[in-house]
């Protein structure tokens, strides 16, 4: 498929409280999936880890359980921690726990970071093959989520791009394990190469503490991962509460 012309837009839309945002990203996929279905295609997201989502999750449950055509959506993680997946730290349990086993998306579309991997870049390596392999990629040979949903840590980092880490400065790989010793773990997480190749990417980010880094980046000030995701050919597009907007 051909890629349309950039259409490059940075948003910044305030919403009341987490439950709003919550409700905007679940319309959102709903439309995406509606949209991308009458292509004859199915709609690629990537989900992120956090409080925000854990509502969003439970909406998505809840609310639109029977408004999706669950069979028309492909679900990746944009990070996960060095955990199993029965583990509480876990996003692919949480997302699992509180959505995906409550609603008939077919498992072989569901497809889960194996980040507890003793060979984590042979996992990160993997996990990029199957993102090849089920999203579609453009002519720079990168594949292109349709969405991708991102959260934003009160040091500024989003997916498990943390600050000072190596994989900031990843231009190839889509996909890798990535060292964080101020969490003293590792984690597997995409890389601006994906994130920036990517349709839509809509960050969810809620509360006080958020409000200094909200304005920086706003500003283009400060030098946060976060503030490192520009998708080339997509939307950017953030929902904050009025709490993260306090000092816009």
């Keep these: 498929m051909a890629l349309d012309p950039p259409t490059f837009l940075k948003a910044i839309n305030v919403l009341p409280n987490p439950e709003a945002i919550a409700e905007r990203a679940a319309q959102n996929l709903s439309q995406l999936v509606r949209v991308v279905s009458r292509r004859g295609q199915k709609a690629t997201v990537a989900l992120s880890g956090g409080s925000t989502p854990k509502i969003l999750f439970k909406i998505l449950a809840d609310k639109y359980a029977e408004k999706?055509?669950?069979?028309?959506?492909?679900?990746?993680?944009?990070?996960?921690?060095?955990?199993?997946?029965?583990?509480?730290?876990?996003?692919f349990k949480t997302a699992t726990d509180l959505w995906l086993s409550r609603v008939p998306i077919p498992e072989d579309q569901v497809h889960r970071m194996e980040a507890e991997a003793d060979d984590?870049?042979?996992?990160?390596?993997?996990?990029?093959?199957?993102?090849?392999?089920?999203?579609?990629?453009?002519?720079?040979?990168?594949?292109?989520?349709?969405?991708?949903?991102?959260?934003?840590?009160?040091?500024?980092?989003?997916?498990?791009?943390?600050?000072?880490?190596?994989?900031?400065?990843?231009?190839?790989?889509?996909?890798?394990?990535?060292?964080?010793p101020q969490l003293q773990t590792q984690r597997m997480t995409f890389t601006y190469p994906l994130l920036n190749a990517s349709s839509?990417?809509?960050?969810?980010?809620?509360?006080?503490?958020?409000?200094?880094i909200i304005k920086e980046i706003s500003e283009g000030q400060g030098e946060y991962p976060s503030g490192e995701v520009a998708p080339t050919y997509g939307a950017l597009e953030w929902l904050i509460d009025e709490a993260a907007a306090a000092e816009l």
């Design 200 to 212: 839509h990417v809509q960050f969810l980010v809620t509360g006080k503490e958020k409000a200094p």
């Design 68 to 91: 999706i055509d669950w069979n028309q959506l492909e679900i990746f993680f944009g990070d996960e921690r060095s955990v199993p997946p029965d583990h509480p730290d876990s996003n």
């Design 120 to 180: 984590l870049d042979g996992a990160a390596q993997r996990y990029e093959d199957v993102i090849r392999e089920r999203v579609t990629v453009n002519p720079n040979g990168n594949p292109v989520f349709d969405l991708i949903w991102l959260g934003m840590g009160g040091d500024g980092h989003t997916a498990s791009l943390f600050p000072g880490t190596e994989a900031l400065h990843e231009t190839q790989r889509m996909v890798v394990g990535n060292e964080v």
